[in-house]
């Protein structure tokens, strides 16, 4: 398994801030991804952070919307920017250790924008 | 691409009996990881079993079990021995790449 530290676990922002999350892992790990969560739904993928290059987006969200750093093998952030109601949501980081395999999760961070 | 399907969003047992979650799923693909990930009020996701596709024997994890039919597509989770600390929305994966989820079940254990 892995320990992650997601941090904060929740916030409320103004609209049109932005809020950066952190995640730390216990180990290296090579595949580290941020999840959306919008309430009462599943989970959408948002991107896949890379170690030394940028990160992979899925469709539907973008960099200067969602950046995202990786700067280590055991850290990320994704920022939320410019932020709008609509960006309420649970965001959760996720960690793999051997490529497709499970995926551990941080305690996700609540975000509510007003 | 890889769809997940929960068709139950809600359900509810007794404590102390078994329910069973049903998942389909639709791929291609003939090797892939399936999963199922329980996540309590908490927020916190938790890794409930998984499956490997090239094993046909059923995962089980204590209470927990699959029955998994690769044919049909379809990787169900029974839970045993319900007890109050299983409600919870419980989320099905695929996995082949990115993980892909299902829209989830809201499972309540009433006393």
């Known amino acids: ?114 | 691409a890889q769809t997940v399907t929960q068709s139950q969003p809600e359900m509810s047992v007794q404590e102390a009996e078994t329910v069973t979650l049903s998942c389909t799923y639709d791929t291609s693909e003939s090797n892939y990881y399936l999963f199922w990930y329980k996540q309590p009020p908490s927020r916190q996701m938790i890794l409930v079993i998984r499956q490997e596709a090239y094993k046909q024997q059923n995962a089980t994890e204590n209470r927990f079990s699959v029955n998994f039919q690769k044919a049909a597509k379809s990787f169900s989770l029974k839970i045993s021995d319900s007890q109050l600390g299983d409600t919870a929305m419980y989320f099905c994966a695929f996995r082949k790449g990115d993980m892909r989820f299902g829209a989830g079940t809201r499972l309540t254990v009433k006393p």
């Open chain 1, 1 to 114: 398994s892995a320990v992650i530290s997601q941090k904060p676990s929740r916030d409320i922002c103004q609209r049109g801030t932005s809020l950066t999350i952190q995640c730390q892992v216990d180990s290296q790990v090579t595949m580290m991804f941020w999840y959306r969560q919008q309430p009462g739904q599943s989970l959408t993928l948002i991107a896949t952070a890379n170690q030394g290059s940028e990160a992979t987006y899925e469709s539907g969200f973008v960099i200067d919307k969602f950046p995202i750093s990786r700067p280590n093998l055991t850290f990320s952030t994704l920022t939320v920017s410019n932020m709008s109601p609509e960006d309420s949501s649970i965001y959760l980081c996720s960690v793999e250790r051997t490529e497709n395999t499970e995926a551990f999760f941080g305690q996700g961070t609540r975000l509510t924008v007003v």
